[in-house]
């Protein structure tokens, strides 16, 4: 409700607004004159002539061994959803930036083959012919069948609009986290229950070659061997080995979740959204494949009835044989789980960016106002976990660490970099391989060590220095790496462990350079490893985390310079550090995931040579971090622009017939930001809802916000009927027909205050003769009318409560109540408003009531207008001092001070009530005598 | 006619801006009392007895222990001023017991179930630290609820009220008849009651249906046809006996002694109350204020409510609150007429209650004297609207509020907006100031 009509973007109703049409169109000559590329599907605000898809979508693909990079899935399942748009190519662009070294084998050292929990790596990618830019998600899946046990997927999320995708990083990321987490969680049991079956079958092969040989030891009594008989014994011992390879593969595949659980931040992933049945259904799966609890391993070991096969020696060429579907290879609850997530993600992201970080502004300003924000506000809104805090429980404990190291170090407050600053460092360095960065290792530490001040300052999350490119189609424009020790390949791992510190580091980093393609490596994030003690102590493998250790005490978590080879280059990258500090200490980013960390200290802010400082002295800053990050670090061209990068193809807005062009700019008219209005209406076909969970909600937002404006265009007395509302006395509709009386309730429910942290004090249908108790529960009630005996009572009892309520009667458009004669519904209900869409007039109506809660915020939280400020001044002078401030400060006039007191008394309420009691319901009234309006 | 006054919504007067509906009890709630500075007892047909917090509506005690409805109770405190006020109550049912109640944990002190008959009256006699129960007999009860004394059976119908009157005497009313009993210390025991009837008086034609004791010198007798007795507490005679109460001139020692035409529902004296001054009745529909010295009703309101008014009570500030069985609850301010009035108040109730032989002499003799006397009148200055029953009962609390309680199971808690609305500051700062929010504020 913070959110003014002019600053939010209009989103598309479906139900095209009916009045609008039957609206006669503008004549010729008033009209707008099209974008002279009308035609051609363009929008003026367009930058690129537009993608080849629609909308945003998600898009799984695999780096499958046999054929390469392929598309598996989008999400929506939609072929018009991804249009024109390549997927195929699509998929070769994103899987080739995969960096996370998956490896598996027969390290040195080690006997078995090893399984490593590698961490999903993040990036963001953008393909410019394409117009397209991409979250992308790699991550890895087990299969027993694959070279080295291991598939690559990632999960992409697409999107035309660029700074929607660099905005929302970390929401998505997060999201995509909790997605991958899930699906990784059902691979980890299908691939055990599959090492299992595989043990079964070795275990029933070994004992018929056992027999076999028997068979044969005692057919032949000749006293020595034959081919045959050694050939069975070597099988026979190769069959032993495997048993013994796929026991300890199976072994650390169960320890896999313990591990994880250890970490006291660790949150394994909830499916919090999931609807009501699957949640419960889940609860019991999330409980029993915990790993921590004793019934874990009954859960591995419980196979339903699974007949051996005889495993052939030779086993199939790996072209022979077909791979696993994504299906196959994860545990079908935990499969529909995951692309149940994925589709709330898609749902989530949709629509205009700006839109969604409206959102958030709105919402994050909201949580502030914790003492007023119940009243005019969704009580599911309220509820709503903020995406900072799923997004740290996913970054993990160490980032904590270090951030509480790095305000200890640095008295400055948190400083991250803006997306400025990342356009900022795009930077051209052409792509090495990682022999040549192995020698570079030398100077890199040294060079690391003399930025080490700065970089533990400004390097929380944001490694904007690793600025490898080379410059042509696709660039990564920011990624974030969860760096783990495990991942190194084969030839790093038979390196002798580097001393330096960073060795281990750098190595990751080169290693998402690898693909020959020309990428843009505009930033690289690496976020924390979240790597297990007892895993580091057991595999000799994790011997490269010692120096991670060392790196994240030393606050050195980044190696800027990566593949060095001539001194331009060095030069070029150290400017743009410089560059990029400055930039960072100056504006407050988006990226921190600490948003409502309060500063630790505003005296000690850091004053930058420019004098741009931006801290406002709040203690809580994330809406302006949100806009500063969103808007500050742009030229106001490009944030606008960003929302047109997904324009769509819509005849029906600029190219469409002249009446529904029309339309659509007269629907904009009432907004004082035309282009965003385009902008949303552009980008997607679908509204964008911020929260999918609210979707239901916006829906009911716009048809209450259309109703109330017909309501108020139909009915001359609405004022006084929406002053009943707002000063607390209930209104009553009264009416024969169902429908009408409760299109009414609901048109007029966005007037009504919350009482409390429970649903709106509405009733939308009542057939039975009301009591006083109704009236102190409900504050708009639909009541029907009717003719017989019932019906007499029930409007006997309306008129004996007369004195509590205001009836309006919706048969013969009649109400009954109060005078009003203040200003303020006026501005809330004008029946001249230019608004004509439901939900801008929401919005409208939102707005005005937040300014009337905050004023009714400051009568109630003002001291010396409720209690005398010496013990001896009479109550009479309170009194007047109170009429006084209503009045003159706070500018009421008339019945308006009647409203403010009645939210006030709401909010006094609502702070004085003991969290564990609930609060009486009581009723307030006056003795004001009714009047009847007629139209 | 109706003439039953109204006062329209426009209630400049009345402070009850705020109700809180009190729900728990399952059926009529008839009992309403006073525990303490803020709490209440109630209790009504479903045997239950709640204790809530006037204040803030809560409630705080829930208490079982009956199985049939309450038919009378009576809060018993400790007279004890040296250990803690410890608070009882006393409740009576139908289904012959009589518990004694700790308010302040809940718990059941102690039951007596030695009852021939429903108790429908208790007393206490805190100068004597006993309580009376009256049934169909009497009996004399301490404080461990041992039973000191009993009459014998009295009648079938039983006491149904008491009250107490000077030098340990009490008037019972059986019926139509006014006991008076004297309690003797017990020549033997020490702690020992005897309880002896003393004096049997049958001056009312109809049942005797309010008791109430003015003064240390005065009680007051109503009856269901009407008459109201007011008799010396000492020597038990009759002081003013009004079957037509309304008839000052009439002197008391003569009764006239008029059978009254309406019907008995419409004149029966349902409740009485008194201050120094004044005996107010509920009589019917109307309420009467009788003036003790003047010996004539002062003033009247013919139709006060749309039905038999239960209950009133005299407020300090002149006011008068009745509750009746319409739902309603009004207040009442008894006003000094300032102009002579251009119709004595008591006249129309010649034609009303149809008098057998009005004497017109006698009456111009009252306007005479009404002439030279203050005039008041009750004026309407509120009126609560919120049962959807009859009003059984109420209870004034002061600067908290006014309790009522009606057949329709509620309980509705009547508070002064205003008030409310500035203590809720108060704790509003106190809260904020405990939380350590507020040191900026000031």
New interface residues.
């Given amino acids: 409700m913070i959110s003014a009509p002019d600053v939010v973007a209009f989103t598309r109703e479906e139900e095209l607004e009916d009045e609008l049409c039957s609206e006669p169109p503008l004549p010729e000559e008033y009209s707008v004159p099209l974008f002279p590329f009308a035609s051609h599907g363009a929008n003026p605000w367009a930058k690129v002539a537009g993608s080849k898809f629609t909308r945003d979508f998600i898009l799984i693909s695999e780096f499958s061994e046999q054929v390469g990079p392929q598309p598996l899935l989008t999400i929506p399942d939609d072929a018009k959803v991804s249009g024109t748009f390549d997927l195929n190519y699509f998929s070769l662009r994103i899987m080739s930036v995969d960096y996370q070294a998956s490896f598996v084998g027969h390290p040195p050292g080690s006997a078995y083959p090893k399984l490593n929990f590698v961490e999903d790596s993040k990036v963001v990618l953008g393909d410019s012919k394409e117009g397209a830019f991409a979250y992308v998600h790699h991550l890895t899946l087990y299969d027993l069948e694959a070279r080295g046990f291991v598939r690559p997927f990632c999960m992409a999320y697409i999107s035309a609009d660029e700074h929607k995708i660099m905005q929302q990083f970390q929401e998505l990321s997060a999201e995509f986290s909790k997605a991958s987490e899930c699906l990784k969680t059902g691979n980890r049991k299908a691939f055990a229950n599959e090492l299992e079956k595989k043990l079964k079958d070795l275990d029933y092969t070994r004992t018929v070659l056992h027999n076999e040989t028997e068979i044969q030891k005692k057919a032949n009594d000749k006293g020595y061997y034959t081919t045959q008989a050694i050939e069975k014994a070597n099988e026979l011992a190769s069959v032993e080995k495997s048993i013994i390879e796929h026991q300890d593969l199976l072994k650390q595949i169960r320890s896999y979740p313990y591990r994880k659980l250890k970490e006291s931040d660790f949150h394994p992933y909830e499916p919090e959204c999931a609807p009501g049945q699957a949640n419960a259904g889940c609860g019991q799966d999330l409980t029993a494949s915990d790993p921590a609890e004793p019934g874990e391993t009954h859960l591995y070991a419980h196979v339903p009835s699974y007949t051996p096969k005889l495993i052939k020696a030779k086993s199939a060429k790996c072209f022979d044989k077909k791979l696993k579907t994504l299906e196959e290879l994860c545990d079908i609850y935990f499969f529909t789980q995951t692309l149940d997530q994925l589709h709330q993600i898609e749902r989530t992201f949709r629509g205009d960016a700006c839109y969604l970080l409206t959102d958030q502004i709105s919402r994050a300003l909201l949580k502030q106002q914790s003492v007023t924000n119940f009243l005019f506000e969704d009580v599911s809104f309220l509820d709503e976990k903020p995406p900072e805090k799923q997004y740290r429980g996913c970054r993990g404990l160490s980032q904590d660490a270090v951030d509480r190291k790095c305000s200890e170090e640095s008295p400055a407050p948190k400083v991250v970099i803006s997306l400025g600053a990342y356009k900022s460092s795009v930077e051209c360095v052409p792509i090495k391989m990682e022999q040549e960065m192995e020698d570079s290792q030398e100077p890199k530490m040294t060079e690391s060590v003399t930025f080490e001040h700065q970089e533990n300052l400004d390097y929380l999350d944001a490694d904007i220095k690793g600025s490898i490119s080379s410059g042509e189609s696709i660039e990564v424009l920011g990624t974030e790496k969860s760096a783990s020790g495990l991942t190194k390949s084969e030839s790093q791992a038979s390196l002798p462990v580097s001393p330096s510190p960073q060795a281990g580091r750098s190595k990751v980093g080169s290693r998402r350079t690898v693909s020959e393609d020309s990428i843009e490596v505009l930033s690289t994030c690496p976020s924390e490893s979240l790597i297990p003690e007892d895993f580091k102590a057991s595999y000799p493998s994790a011997i490269n985390e010692e120096p991670y250790a060392d790196d994240e005490e030393g606050g050195l978590r980044f190696t800027p310079k990566l593949n060095l080879d001539n001194a331009d280059e060095q030069e070029d990258v150290s400017k743009q550090e410089n560059l990029v500090q400055v930039d960072s200490s100056c504006c407050i980013g988006k990226e921190s995931p600490n948003f409502l960390e309060p500063l630790p200290d505003l005296g000690q802010k850091p004053c930058d040579e420019d004098g741009v400082v931006r801290i406002p002295p709040q203690p809580y800053r994330q809406a302006e971090q949100g806009l500063c990050g969103s808007f500050g670090g742009f030229p106001s061209h490009d944030g606008i622009s960003g929302g047109f990068l997904s324009y769509e193809l819509d005849s029906r807005y600029l190219t469409g017939s002249r009446e529904v062009s029309k339309s659509s700019l007269d629907e904009c008219l009432d907004s004082t930001s035309y282009i965003s209005s385009a902008a949303s209406t552009c980008s997607d076909r679908t509204p964008s809802p911020a929260h999918p969970a609210c979707q239901a909600r916006e829906r009911h937002k716009k048809k209450a916000g259309q109703n109330a404006l017909r309501f108020i265009r139909q009915y001359p007395f609405a004022h006084p009927a929406i002053y009943s509302l707002l000063s607390g006395r209930t209104l009553i509709v009264l009416g024969e027909e169902e429908a009408i009386v409760k299109k009414l309730v609901t048109a007029l429910s966005i007037f009504v205050p919350n009482c409390g942290v429970y649903a709106k004090p509405v009733k939308h249908w009542v057939t039975s003769p009301l009591h006083v108790v109704d009236f102190q529960k409900w504050k708009l009630i639909g009541l029907q009318r009717m003719a017989s005996p019932a019906g007499v009572n029930v409007l006997h009892a309306l008129s004996r409560y007369s004195r509590y309520v205001s009836v309006l009667d919706a048969d013969s458009k009649t109400l009954r109540c109060p005078l009003y004669k203040g200003t303020l519904v006026s501005r809330l209900a004008d029946h001249r408003t230019q608004i004509k869409r439901g939900s801008t007039y929401y919005m409208h109506v939102q707005s005005i009531l937040t300014q009337l809660c905050s004023k009714a915020f400051l009568f109630t939280f003002c001291h010396h207008l409720h209690l005398p400020i010496s013990e001896r001044e009479p109550e009479e002078s309170v009194v007047n001092r109170r009429m006084n401030f209503l009045k003159l400060q706070l500018g009421l006039a008339n019945e308006d001070i009647k409203i403010v007191q009645y939210l006030a008394e709401l909010l006094k309420l609502q702070y004085i009530q003991e969290p564990g009691q609930g609060v009486n319901p009581l009723l307030r009234f006056d003795y004001v005598p009714s009047f009847l309006y007629k139209i | 006619k109706s003439s039953v006054q109204t006062i329209?919504?426009?209630?400049?007067q009345?402070p009850y801006?705020?109700?809180?509906?009190l729900?728990g009890h399952q059926d009529i709630v008839r009992f309403l009392v006073q525990i303490d500075d803020c709490r209440f007892a109630s209790a009504g047909d479903d045997g239950i007895i709640f204790l809530w917090n006037a204040q803030?509506?809560?409630k705080l005690l829930e208490l079982h222990g009956h199985t049939h409805k309450i038919t009378a109770i009576a809060p018993f405190s400790s007279s004890d001023a040296s250990e803690e006020r410890n608070h009882l109550i006393l409740t009576a049912s139908a289904d012959r017991t009589v518990i004694v109640w700790d308010c302040t944990s809940g718990r059941q002190v102690q039951k007596v179930s030695c009852f021939h008959s429903t108790v429908k009256c208790l007393t206490v006699l805190q100068r004597l630290d006993v309580w009376l129960s009256g049934g169909s007999d009497l009996c004399v009860w301490n404080r461990k609820l041992d039973l000191l004394c009993k009459t014998s059976h009295l009648t079938d119908a039983g006491i149904s009220a008491l009250v107490e009157l000077p030098k340990n005497c009490v008037a019972a009313t059986v019926g139509k008849e006014l006991v008076i009993f004297r309690l003797i210390a017990s020549d033997d025991g020490s702690e020992g009651w005897n309880v002896l009837e003393v004096k049997r008086l049958v001056d009312h034609q109809d049942n005797i249906l309010s008791l109430v004791s003015v003064n240390d010198l005065t009680f007051v007798t109503g009856s269901h046809v009407g008459e109201l007795i007011v008799w010396d507490a000492l020597d038990w005679t009759k002081q003013a006996c009004e079957c037509d109460f309304w008839d000052s001139s009439v002197p008391p020692d003569v009764q006239p002694e008029i059978k009254l035409s309406q019907s008995p529902n419409e004149t029966s004296v349902q409740h009485l109350t008194s201050d120094e001054e004044c005996v107010f009745a509920a009589v019917g529909k109307g309420i009467y204020v009788y003036n003790l010295q003047m010996k004539r009703v002062i003033a009247c309101q013919r139709t006060a409510h749309d039905s038999s008014v239960l209950h009133i009570e005299k407020l300090p500030n002149r006011q008068l609150i009745s509750c009746s069985e319409d739902g309603s609850v009004r207040i009442w301010e008894l006003r000094e007429k300032q102009q002579l009035p251009a119709e004595p108040v008591p006249t129309g109730f010649f034609n009303m209650w149809g008098f057998g032989r009005a004497n017109r002499q006698a009456n111009q003799a009252a306007k005479k004297m009404q002439d030279n006397t203050p005039m008041y009148f009750l004026e309407l200055v509120?009126d609560l609207?919120?049962?959807?029953s009859a009003v059984q009962m109420f209870l004034y609390f002061g600067e908290l509020g006014l309790a009522t309680c009606s057949a329709?199971h509620?309980i509705?808690l009547w508070?002064d907006?205003e008030r409310?609305?500035?203590l809720?500051?108060?704790?509003?700062?106190q809260?904020?100031a405990q939380n350590g929010n507020l040191q900026l504020?000031?």
């Fill in positions: 329209g919504e426009e209630q400049i009345n801006t705020e109700l809180l509906v729900k803030t509506g809560e509120g609207i919120g049962h959807s329709d509620l509705i508070k907006g409310e609305s500035r809720r500051s108060l704790t509003l700062f809260k904020l504020k000031f």
